[in-house]
Nanobody, 114 residues
Framework: VQLVESGGGLVQPGGSQRLSCAAS????????MTWYRQAPGEERELVAS????????NYADSVKGRFTISRDNAKNTVDLQMSSLKPEDTAVYYC????????WGQGTQVTVSS
């Protein structure tokens, strides 16, 4: 099982960023995929999730209306489109799924700062 995130970086407040996660080693389309984030000194927070077929999504209240999760089961990828970014969105973002335990990628840093 492998989850590899990409797309992080430095972005100005109000800007946009798109994160991507490439998955391998499991039947991707069968699993709900979830993005978590962890800011310095904070606990990990669920950001957004999407069911296997992509028919249902869920968002944290803090990102609702600003972030969009999507997936491409043909490419085994799940993306997180982030817009209207705020400094409090600064965190390491992780792509995850549950199979016996929660599997995590290595994370990608997003820093929102002017």
């Amino acid at each position: 099982v492998q989850l590899v995130e990409s797309g992080g970086g430095l972005v100005q407040p109000g800007g946009s960023q798109r994160l991507s996660c490439a998955a391998s080693g499991f039947t991707f389309s069968s699993y709900t995929m979830t993005w978590y984030r962890q800011a310095p000194g904070e606990e990990r927070e669920l950001v957004a999730s999407i069911t296997g077929a992509g028919g249902s999504t869920n968002y944290a209240d803090s990102v609702k209306g600003r972030f969009t999760i999507s997936r491409d089961n043909a490419k085994n990828t799940v993306d997180l489109q982030m817009s209207s970014l705020k400094p409090e969105d600064t965190a390491v973002y992780y792509c995850t799924f549950w199979l016996g335990r929660r599997h995590w990628g290595q994370g990608t840093q997003v820093t929102v700062s002017s």
